[in-house]
Nanobody, 118 residues
Framework: QVQFVESGGGLVQPGGSLRLSCVCV??????????MAWYRQTPGKERELVAG????????YYLASVKGRFTISRDQAVNTMYLQMDSLKADDTAVYYC?????????WGQGTQVTVSS
């Protein structure tokens, strides 16, 4: 059973930074084998793809509103995805999740709450 465990969220002031981590604890799923992404969701809205990274790390994708502020990466050795978030804005407030890009999605983790507020 694939399980993602997201962490690193919290309360931060506008302009601040956070680094999110997503550990995949299932031995049969290696994050380096898939195009992976970070998603976010706020109450009443659909989950949206924020940043994606191809399995060979050759290409990345960013939502226009986060481009230049967020950086997605992976560490194959520890089967973990990261999202470095800088210059955070109130609109970045959401629960953040990681998962593969292609459907069917793996089971979703619990996510990590990011709140940007003064």
């Amino acid at each position: 059973q694939v399980q993602f465990v997201e962490s690193g969220g919290g309360l931060v002031q506008p302009g601040g930074s956070l680094r999110l981590s997503c550990v995949c604890v299932a031995s049969e799923f290696t994050v380096s084998d898939y195009t992976m992404a970070w998603y976010r969701q706020t109450p009443g809205k659909e989950r949206e793809l924020v940043a994606g990274l191809t399995n060979n790390n050759a290409q990345s994708y960013y939502l226009a509103s986060v481009k230049g502020r967020f950086t997605i990466s992976r560490d194959q050795a520890v089967n973990t995805m990261y999202l470095q978030m800088d210059s955070l804005k109130a609109d970045d407030t959401a629960v953040y999740y990681c998962n593969r890009v292609a459907t069917p999605f793996a089971p979703w983790g619990q996510g990590t709450q990011v709140t940007v507020s003064s």
